[in-house]
């Protein structure tokens, strides 16, 4: 079976899964980064198998989880636009294989001729990039206005697989908490209702 195994969603037009189809992919095996924290990369990456993490590094070193992505997800850490205006440069996000993984690299100016091209494939992957900068600003929004054991139990509800694929100090860091605290949720969740946990 080829490697290039595009997956082809309902929202996506043919024409661009046969196009994605054609890039290399590449493999990660678990802790293998796609991108460092603080580099900007002038591309986009498609996950067709595994599990990624979007993260990054403290002052203190430790490394924090902003979010996760797997098949059929786009994922990138900062951008360089065109005319080489920057996003997020002093905030570059790293994106790290959290289990063996497949990608293709998507270089911008790639999309930018098929978005040239084709007003099917322009209009599709500016949705997705609305999509990904609005899932950004919800996991930000989040932070500030729920607690941890509402996103915990928040990822139990709509993200089971993912909750179920991660090791629990993946789960703490995203939650912004140590391993410890997160825990303790779970004792308290389990204490009240044992099937939440």
């Given at each position: 079976?080829?490697?290039?195994?595009?997956?082809?969603?309902?929202?996506?037009?043919?024409?661009?899964?046969?196009?994605?189809d054609t890039l290399p992919r590449r493999r990660f095996e678990v802790g293998a980064e796609l991108v460092s924290p603080g580099r900007i990369d002038q591309?986009?990456?498609?996950?067709?198998?595994?599990?990624?993490?979007?993260?990054?590094?403290g002052t203190d070193g430790l490394s924090r989880n902003h979010d996760f992505h797997g098949p059929g997800e786009w994922?990138?850490?900062g951008l360089v636009f065109r005319d080489g205006?920057?996003?997020?440069?002093s905030a570059a996000l790293g994106v790290q294989a959290i289990k063996p993984t497949v990608a293709a690299r998507v270089p911008l100016d790639w999309?930018?001729?098929?978005?040239?091209?084709?007003?099917?494939?322009?209009d599709w992957v500016a949705e997705e990039l609305m999509e990904l900068s609005s899932r950004r600003l919800q996991r930000e929004m989040a932070l500030l206005q729920t607690s941890a054991e509402q996103r915990y139990l928040e990822l139990l509800r709509d993200r089971p697989d993912l909750a179920r694929a991660l090791a629990q100090h993946q789960i703490a860091s995203w939650l912004g908490i140590t391993p410890v605290a997160l825990s303790r949720i779970r004792r308290r969740l389990k204490s009240t209702s044992p099937r939440s946990v």
């Open positions: 079976m080829s490697l290039h195994t595009t997956p082809i969603d309902t929202s996506m037009p043919r024409s661009m899964a046969v196009a994605l591309a986009l990456w498609w996950i067709d198998s595994g599990l990624v993490r979007l993260y990054s590094l994922i990138c850490g205006r920057l996003c997020c440069e999309c930018e001729q098929h978005r040239r091209e084709s007003p099917e494939i322009s």
